[in-house]
C-alpha cells in the first residue's frame, strides 16, 4: 500500500466540488467539435471509413438540390411546385407567430427566477410558493398546445407537429432553466451559510477553463442570459456556454444546404 501524499485531496475525492475539479480540469466546457462534423480539421468521421459514405450522402443531396428544380422547370416551367409553394406561404408565417408565442411564454420562467434570485435569503415558504408557481407554469404549457393542435390538428399536420415539437423543446428549457438555478441557488446559500463570499469557488474552477470565469448566482439571471439561452440549440441550461473562437461559414453553408435539399426529396 502506498502513502497517501495529500489526506485532505482522498478524503474529500469522491466530494462534488472535487468531482467538478476534475471536470473543468479536462477541459469539458471548452468548445468541442460534434463526432460528425465533417468540416472539422479534428473530425472523428474523418478518421473512420464512413467518410465516404458520408461524402456520397452529401453529393446525393447536392445533387438533389440542383436537378430537382431544374428538371421541375423544364417540366413545367417552374421550378416549385405550386403545392409546395403553398404549403409554405400558408405555414411559415403560422410557424413563426407559434415560435413567438413560445418564447415569449417561456419568460414565464425567467419571471419567476427572478423573484426567486431576490427572495433567496427570505422566508423559504415564499420560494417554495414559487417553485410550485414555476412547475405550474411548465405544465399550464402542455395544455394550452394541447387545445391549439386540437383545434387545427384537421385542417393542417404540419402545424401541428410543430406546435407539438416547439412545446416539448420550450417544456425542455425552462425545466431545465429551473433546476439548475435551484442548484446554484442552494451552492449560494451553503457559501453564505459557510461564511464564504458567494460563489467564490464556483467562479475560481471556471477560471480554468480556456474561455474566462463562470457567472455566480443570482448574477446570472438576466434577461440577455436567459433569451441567449432560448436561441442557443441546447435543451440544457449553463451559466456559461462552449463558444468556438469565430463563425464557421463552411459549416453553415454545409448543413443548409442538406436542409434545403431534404426539402426536394
Not at 3 to 12: Q, R
Not at 133 to 143: A, N, V, W
Not at 188 to 199: F, H, K, N, P
Request: net charge neutral; proline share 3%.
Amino acid at each position: 500500500m502506498g502513502d497517501v501524499s495529500d489526506p485532505h485531496e482522498l478524503s474529500e475525492s469522491g466530494s462534488e466540488h472535487e468531482i467538478e475539479r476534475r471536470v473543468l480540469a479536462a477541459d469539458i466546457l471548452s468548445a468541442k467539435s460534434s463526432l460528425l462534423d465533417l468540416f472539422a480539421p479534428d473530425s472523428w468521421l474523418k478518421k473512420t471509413n464512413f467518410e465516404g459514405i458520408f461524402n456520397l450522402l452529401v453529393i446525393i443531396f447536392t445533387f438533389a438540390l440542383i436537378l430537382t428544380p431544374l428538371l421541375a422547370y423544364l417540366e413545367t416551367g417552374r421550378i416549385f411546385d405550386d403545392s409546395f409553394t403553398n404549403k409554405i406561404a400558408l405555414n411559415v408565417p403560422k410557424m413563426l407567430a407559434a415560435a413567438t408565442c413560445f418564447f415569449l411564454y417561456s419568460f414565464t420562467a425567467f419571471v419567476v427566477q427572478k423573484v426567486m434570485a431576490k427572495q433567496v435569503e427570505a422566508n423559504t415558504w415564499a420560494i417554495k410558493i414559487l417553485v410550485f408557481i414555476s412547475l405550474t407554469l411548465e405544465g399550464l404549457l402542455f395544455i394550452i398546445s394541447w387545445l391549439v393542435i386540437r383545434k387545427v390538428a384537421n385542417d393542417n399536420l404540419t402545424l401541428s407537429l410543430f406546435i407539438s415539437i416547439s412545446c416539448q423543446v420550450t417544456f425542455y428549457k425552462m425545466h431545465s432553466y429551473f433546476c439548475t438555478n435551484l442548484h446554484l441557488q442552494s451552492r449560494y446559500l451553503e457559501s453564505i451559510r459557510q461564511g464564504q463570499e458567494a460563489c467564490r469557488e464556483v467562479s475560481a474552477t471556471r477560471q480554468a477553463t480556456r474561455k474566462g470565469s463562470g457567472v455566480c448566482y443570482p448574477a446570472n439571471v438576466t434577461v440577455k442570459d436567459f433569451a441567449l439561452f432560448m436561441l442557443t440549440p441546447s435543451v440544457v441550461y449553463e451559466p456559461k456556454f462552449p463558444r468556438t473562437s469565430s463563425f464557421r461559414p463552411l459549416y453553415f453553408l454545409g448543413h443548409l444546404s442538406m436542409i434545403l435539399a431534404n426539402l426536394f426529396l
